[in-house]
């Protein structure tokens, strides 16, 4: 295997730029290629069996290249763990979660503050209205990060997770106070929720209309962090 040479997401290539065919093929790769077999003839059974060979090293390149990245944010967050002395702004929004959590803080939209939760705003007939957020003192996604980054490090950011996202710069590594944003609320490269960083590999984040403040481990894949502290 030492021939081999890896090029942007495809299939390995052996010396002589060929695509590997692996030695062995499970079940359900015979079972794929006689179903095209039977379909196409048997002239173009060579060019299926390539084919399956191609789609089979694929998935171990991509397979591996998830795995490389879960053990590399583990590995971080784990390096971050060798104490258990908590750093100063680990502390402060633990503490502040904490008293949150401890409260039943729930979501409201539109409401929260640098300096605390207020009330929710109407969103004219939406999930909030429905929920009752213009009766609820709490935070929603964009306003509970303000609260938290402004709580530990004194630093004002913007409210919403689109300026947000642009106010921040992108780091691999989480630390206390990064913002998390993720792949599954993106919508044409803009962010529609945000989370905090913690530290000791925990989240804090203002759900939805209905739910509570709450906190949950970092994902390990499907996220983007974003610095706003020094």
Known sequence: MSGIRRRGGRA???????????????QADLARIDKAWTTFGSA?????????????????????????????RAEAIARKHDTDVLTAAEAELFAAVAELIGRRTPYAWGGGTITGPTLGQSDGGGPA??????????????????YLIFRAFQIEIPRTPQDQFRFGWAVDEPRAGDLVFFDEHMRGGSPEYVATYLGRGCIAEAGASGKLISMRALPATGVHLRRVAP
Not at 14 to 26: K, L
Not at 45 to 71: C, H, M, P, W, Y
Not at 129 to 146: T, W, Y
């Open 12 to 26: 390995p290539l052996d010396v002589n730029g060929s695509t590997v065919v692996p030695t062995r093929f499970g």
């Open 44 to 72: 173009d059974r060579s060019a299926f069996i390539r084919q399956a060979a191609v789609d089979k090293a694929e998935a171990v390149v991509n397979g591996d290249t998830l795995a490389r990245e879960e053990e590399r």
């Open 129 to 146: 209205d429905r929920a009752g957020d213009v009766h609820k003192i709490g935070f929603d996604a964009g306003s509970l990060e303000q």
